[in-house]
C-alpha cells in the first residue's frame, strides 16, 4: 500500500477485461495489472486501453509488490488461484462462484483466515440496480414480513468454452441465490432439489450430470421460510434473466425478465371486517421506478453504473466495453473490495458469506442427483480454525 492506495492486479481479460478501468479510475487505487496467460489478449487489450502494466505468469504475480488480486478466470481455476493469491499474502476478490466443493469452501475459509487478508467473492447479483432498491425497500419496512423468496436465472451456454459443456445448473446458481439470502439476511440450513428435462449425450459426458434444467426448494436456518431457485445452462429456450421474488405481507417485487422493468403489488387497504362478501384485498400493481444509485460511489467512478459507458467514446468499435455490466453493479464490486482493504474491515461478501451462498447450488445438485434427497448445507458461520 502507497499513501493509504493500493495496487491491484486483475487476472483474466475476457468477462474481466470489464474492470480494470473502473480500479484504475477509483480514488483508492496508485496502480492497476493487467494478467491473463494469453499474451496475445494481453498485449492487445494493455495497448487497446493503455494499461503498461501486464504479466503473463501468475506465479510471478504472487511475488511482485501488488497488494490485492482480482480473479476473473475460469469456474475451475477459481480454488486454485484463490488459495495461492491468501497464502501469499494478497487480498483476493474473485468472480463467482467461488468453488464447486464443500472441502473447496472450507479450505478458503481457512486459507483468508490464516492469512489475515481479505477474500470477497464478486457477486454482481446483490449489487445491481435491482437489489439495491429492493433492500431500501426492505429497510423502510415497506415488504413487512417476507414470506416466500424465488430465484431464477435462464441462459443458454451453447458456443461457450468447452467446461461450461454439461456443467450441472446448480454450480453456477450464486446469482439466482445470493439475492434471496442477502435480502432475508438468512443462512440456508437444508435443500431438496429436482432436475428436469433431457440432455443431448454430449452435453452428460463431462460432468455425468444428466439434467439441463435443477430446481431446489431451499429451508432458511431458524426461520419459518423457504426460497425456490430454478436455474437453465442448455437445451431450454428462454431468454437470459437473473432475476427475483420477494413476497411481503405489505408489499411484493418481481422481477422475471431482463430487459423489462420489475412489478411491485401492494394492498390498497387494510384487512376487511365484518363483510362476508368480501373475496380477497384489493392489489395495486405498478411497474417500479428503479434508480441509480450512483450517489453510493466515488465521482470517478459513478460512470461506470450506466450502460453501454465505454473507455473511449471516440473509439467504440473497441470490443469489450467499461461499465453498466450486469445492471450496474461492477463499481459497486469494486468499491466494496476496495474500501474493505483501505478500512481493514470484512467485506460485505466475506470468505464465510460466499461459502454460504455457494454451498446451496452444491448440495442442491447432490440433491437432483439422488431424486430429490433431502441435503444438509454446512453452516459455514460455525466454522473456527485454530
Given at each position: 500500500?502507497?499513501?493509504?492506495?493500493?495496487?491491484?492486479?486483475?487476472?483474466?481479460?475476457?468477462?474481466?477485461?470489464e474492470f480494470p478501468a473502473i480500479y484504475r479510475d477509483h480514488p483508492d487505487v496508485y496502480d492497476v495489472v493487467i494478467c491473463d496467460?494469453?499474451?496475445?489478449?494481453?498485449?492487445?487489450?494493455?495497448?487497446?486501453?493503455?494499461?503498461?502494466?501486464?504479466?503473463?505468469?501468475?506465479?510471478?504475480?504472487?511475488?511482485?509488490?501488488?497488494?490485492?488480486?482480482?480473479?476473473?478466470?475460469?469456474?475451475?481455476?477459481?480454488?486454485?488461484?484463490?488459495?495461492?493469491?491468501?497464502?501469499?499474502?494478497?487480498?483476493?476478490?474473485?468472480?463467482?462462484?467461488?468453488?464447486?466443493?464443500?472441502?473447496?469452501?472450507?479450505?478458503?475459509?481457512?486459507?483468508?483466515?490464516?492469512?489475515?487478508?481479505?477474500?470477497?467473492?464478486?457477486?454482481?447479483?446483490?449489487?445491481?440496480?435491482?437489489?439495491?432498491?429492493?433492500?431500501?425497500?426492505?429497510?423502510?419496512?415497506?415488504?413487512?414480513?417476507?414470506?416466500?423468496?424465488?430465484?431464477?436465472?435462464?441462459?443458454?451456454?451453447?458456443?461457450?468454452?468447452?467446461?461450461?459443456?454439461?456443467?450441472?445448473?446448480?454450480?453456477?446458481?450464486?446469482?439466482?441465490?445470493?439475492?434471496?439470502?442477502?435480502?432475508?439476511?438468512?443462512?440456508?440450513?437444508?435443500?431438496?432439489?429436482?432436475?428436469?428435462?433431457?440432455?443431448?449425450?454430449?452435453?452428460?459426458?463431462?460432468?455425468?450430470?444428466?439434467?439441463?434444467?435443477?430446481?431446489?426448494?431451499?429451508?432458511?436456518?431458524?426461520?419459518?421460510?423457504?426460497?425456490?431457485?430454478?436455474?437453465?445452462?442448455?437445451?431450454?429456450?428462454?431468454?437470459?434473466?437473473?432475476?427475483?421474488?420477494?413476497?411481503?405481507?405489505?408489499?411484493?417485487?418481481?422481477?422475471?425478465?431482463?430487459?423489462?422493468?420489475?412489478?411491485?403489488?401492494?394492498?390498497?387497504?387494510?384487512?376487511?371486517?365484518?363483510?362476508?362478501?368480501?373475496?380477497?384485498?384489493?392489489?395495486?400493481?405498478?411497474?417500479?421506478?428503479?434508480?441509480?444509485?450512483?450517489?453510493?460511489?466515488?465521482?470517478?467512478?459513478?460512470?461506470?453504473?450506466?450502460?453501454?459507458?465505454?473507455?473511449?467514446?471516440?473509439?467504440?468499435?473497441?470490443?469489450?466495453?467499461?461499465?453498466?455490466?450486469?445492471?450496474?453493479?461492477?463499481?459497486?464490486?469494486?468499491?466494496?473490495?476496495?474500501?474493505?482493504?483501505?478500512?481493514?474491515?470484512?467485506?460485505?461478501?466475506?470468505?464465510?458469506?460466499?461459502?454460504?451462498?455457494?454451498?446451496?447450488?452444491?448440495?442442491?445438485?447432490?440433491?437432483?442427483?439422488?431424486?430429490?434427497?433431502?441435503?444438509?448445507?454446512?453452516?459455514?458461520?460455525?466454522?473456527?480454525?485454530?
Open positions: 500500500m502507497r499513501n493509504n492506495k493500493i495496487k491491484i492486479a486483475v487476472v483474466g481479460l475476457r468477462f474481466g477485461g496467460k494469453n499474451i496475445q489478449l494481453l498485449n492487445q487489450y494493455g495497448n487497446t486501453f493503455g494499461f503498461e502494466n501486464r504479466c503473463s505468469d501468475y506465479e510471478e504475480l504472487l511475488d511482485s509488490d501488488v497488494d490485492a488480486i482480482h480473479i476473473v478466470t475460469d469456474i475451475h481455476t477459481h480454488y486454485e488461484l484463490t488459495i495461492k493469491a491468501l497464502r501469499a499474502g494478497k487480498h483476493c476478490a474473485c468472480t463467482v462462484p467461488m468453488a464447486t466443493t464443500i472441502n473447496e469452501l472450507k479450505e478458503i475459509i481457512k486459507a483468508q483466515q490464516e492469512s489475515g487478508k481479505n477474500y470477497m467473492m464478486m457477486e454482481t447479483a446483490v449489487y445491481t440496480y435491482q437489489c439495491l432498491f429492493v433492500k431500501e425497500l426492505i429497510e423502510q419496512g415497506l415488504i413487512g414480513n417476507i414470506q416466500f423468496l424465488r430465484g431464477i436465472h435462464f441462459q443458454d451456454m451453447e458456443g461457450w468454452p468447452d467446461y461450461w459443456m454439461g456443467l450441472p445448473p446448480m454450480y453456477y446458481a450464486t446469482h439466482a441465490v445470493a439475492p434471496l439470502l442477502y435480502l432475508s439476511d438468512s443462512v440456508p440450513e437444508y435443500v431438496y432439489c429436482l432436475g428436469s428435462g433431457i440432455m443431448r449425450e454430449e452435453l452428460v459426458e463431462q460432468y455425468g450430470n444428466p439434467y439441463p434444467v435443477e430446481t431446489a426448494i431451499v429451508k432458511m436456518k431458524g426461520k419459518s421460510l423457504v426460497a425456490e431457485v430454478t436455474r437453465s445452462l442448455f437445451e431450454t429456450a428462454r431468454e437470459y434473466v437473473e432475476g427475483f421474488t420477494i413476497l411481503g405481507d405489505k408489499m411484493s417485487f418481481e422481477w422475471n425478465m431482463e430487459k423489462e422493468a420489475p412489478i411491485l403489488f401492494r394492498f390498497t387497504d387494510d384487512i376487511p371486517k365484518g363483510h362476508l362478501g368480501t373475496r380477497g384485498r384489493e392489489i395495486k400493481t405498478e411497474v417500479a421506478d428503479i434508480p441509480n444509485f450512483r450517489e453510493r460511489l466515488p465521482k470517478s467512478i459513478q460512470k461506470y453504473t450506466e450502460q453501454h459507458t465505454i473507455l473511449d467514446p471516440n473509439n467504440p468499435h473497441r470490443s469489450i466495453q467499461q461499465g453498466g455490466g450486469h445492471h450496474g453493479s461492477h463499481p459497486h464490486l469494486v468499491h466494496e473490495f476496495v474500501r474493505s482493504i483501505i478500512e481493514d474491515r470484512k467485506p460485505e461478501i466475506d470468505a464465510v458469506t460466499a461459502a454460504n451462498w455457494t454451498a446451496v447450488g452444491i448440495c442442491a445438485h447432490e440433491s437432483a442427483m439422488k431424486q430429490g434427497e433431502k441435503i444438509k448445507i454446512p453452516d459455514f458461520t460455525e466454522l473456527e480454525y485454530k
